[in-house]
């Protein structure tokens, strides 16, 4: 069964959409998110609701088991220090700069898909 992640990103105020898709390719060309089990991403700007204008990420991994292996089990999550260095160079070097907060510290909700 698949799992998706949905991170929800506030940036910063002198920050935008444009910076956010500069950090996305930089990390795109450093091959960032070659990560082992992530199967597609996506990165989206809110057109109506209650995010209108904001940002969030859609991360979609093979498995659950290919997602734990890489963040942990829900009930006891790796630290940061045991992240992918492709993913703690994204959060350190190109997202965090972007953000108010902690990149860990983001909205999100990771699912697991029906059926």
């Not at 105020?13 to 898709?21: P, T, V, Y």
């Not at 199967?39 to 989206?44: G, H, I, N, S």
């Not at 995010?51 to 734990?68: C, F, I, L, M, N």
Request: charged share 30%; net charge negative; glycine share 10%.
């Amino acid at each position: 069964m698949p799992v998706v992640s949905v991170h929800e990103y506030e940036l910063v105020e002198d920050a935008d959409g444009s910076d956010l898709e500069a950090a996305v390719a930089a990390a795109e060309r450093r091959g960032l998110f070659d990560l082992p089990g992530l199967v597609d991403y996506r990165f989206l700007r809110g057109v109506k609701g209650d995010r209108e204008g904001r940002h969030a990420a859609v991360w979609t991994y093979e498995s659950r088991e290919a997602w734990e292996a890489l963040w942990g089990p829900p009930e006891d999550p790796n630290p940061p220090a045991e992240y992918p260095d492709g993913w703690r160079e994204w959060e350190e070097d190109l997202l965090g700069p972007l953000l108010p907060e902690d990149p860990d510290d983001v909205s999100f909700t990771s699912y697991g898909t029906l059926g």
